[in-house]
C-alpha cells in the first residue's frame, strides 16, 4: 500500500488559513478536489507511459489498473480527432496563439501535426518556448529549415473539422503534465515545446533532435529563465 505523500489534515489546514469565511473554504476545497483529479490524471499516465516504454503490454496494463485492455487504450492512447483534451482553460494567450498558428500552417494538410505545432512555436517567437529553441539550436533558423523540410508538401483538401494527430494530441497533454511537474499553474510556450520534446517519436521531437535541441537543456534553460524572473530586482 503506497502512503500518499500528501495529507488530508494537511489540505485542510491550506484551504483554511487562505480564506476566512466557510463558504470561500467550500469552493476552494472544489477547486483543489478537482486539481487533485487532474494530478492523478497525470500521475496515473506518466507511469502508463514509463509501463509501454518498458514493453509492458496494454492487456498487462489493463489488470494493473483493473480495467480491460480495451478501456486502458480508451483512456490513454490519443486517437486522431478535432476534440483536444485537456481543453485550453489554463493555457496562456501566447500557447493558445500557438495553436492558432498550428492551423494556419496545416491549412493545406488532412490534419495538424507537432511539425505544425513547432512552427506555431516559432512563429510566437517572443513566447519562452521559441526563446529556448533559438537560445539551444545549433545555427540560427536551423530548426525552422529542418521543420520546413520536414513537412508533406503535397496539397490537400483540409476536412471540416480538421483533426490533430495523434501525436499531436498527446504532446498537448504532455504539456499540462509538464506544467504540472513543474509546478506552475499555467501551461505556457515553454511547456508546450517541453511536450513535444517529451512526445520523443514525433516528428517535432526527430527535427529538434537534428538541431541539438534535447529536453534536458530545454528545461534547463526555462527553469534558469524562470529562477531569474523570480530573482530579478523589482
Known amino acids: 500500500m503506497v502512503t500518499a505523500p500528501v495529507q488530508l489534515t494537511d489540505l485542510i ?6 480564506h476566512a469565511d466557510v463558504l470561500g473554504r467550500l469552493a476552494a476545497a472544489v477547486e483543489l478536489s478537482a486539481q487533485l483529479d487532474e494530478l492523478g490524471d497525470h500521475l496515473i499516465g506518466h ?3 514509463e509501463a509501454r516504454r518498458a514493453g509492458a503490454s496494454w492487456t498487462e496494463i489493463g489488470e494493473s489498473i483493473g480495467v480491460t485492455k480495451q478501456a486502458a487504450q480508451k483512456r490513454f492512447v490519443p486517437r486522431e480527432s478535432p476534440d483536444l483534451k485537456p481543453n485550453f482553460d489554463r493555457y496562456t494567450d501566447r500557447a493558445r496563439r500557438v495553436v492558432v498558428l498550428a492551423r494556419h500552417h496545416a491549412r493545406f494538410s488532412e490534419r495538424i501535426g507537432t511539425e505544425h505545432l ?8 517572443g513566447g519562452l518556448g521559441a526563446k529556448t529553441i533559438a537560445k539551444l539550436e545549433a545555427a540560427e533558423g536551423t530548426t525552422r529549415l529542418a521543420t520546413l523540410n520536414a513537412l508533406d508538401h503535397t496539397s490537400r483538401e483540409r476536412p ?8 499531436c494530441k498527446k504532446a498537448l497533454e504532455l504539456s499540462v503534465r509538464e506544467a504540472l511537474r513543474l ?5 505556457g510556450t515553454e511547456h508546450v515545446l517541453l511536450g513535444l520534446l517529451s512526445e520523443e517519436d514525433c516528428t517535432a521531437a526527430k527535427v529538434m533532435a537534428t538541431t541539438g535541441i534535447t529536453k534536458a537543456a530545454a528545461e534547463a534553460y526555462v527553469v534558469a529563465e524562470f529562477e531569474r524572473a523570480v530573482n530579478a530586482p523589482r
Open 13 to 18: 489546514v491550506t484551504v483554511a488559513q487562505e
Open 183 to 187: 509546478g506552475h499553474t499555467f501551461v
Open 47 to 49: 507511469f502508463v507511459d
Open 160 to 167: 471540416d473539422p480538421q483533426p490533430f494527430s495523434a501525436d
Open 118 to 125: 513547432l512552427l506555431g512555436l516559432m512563429d510566437e517567437s
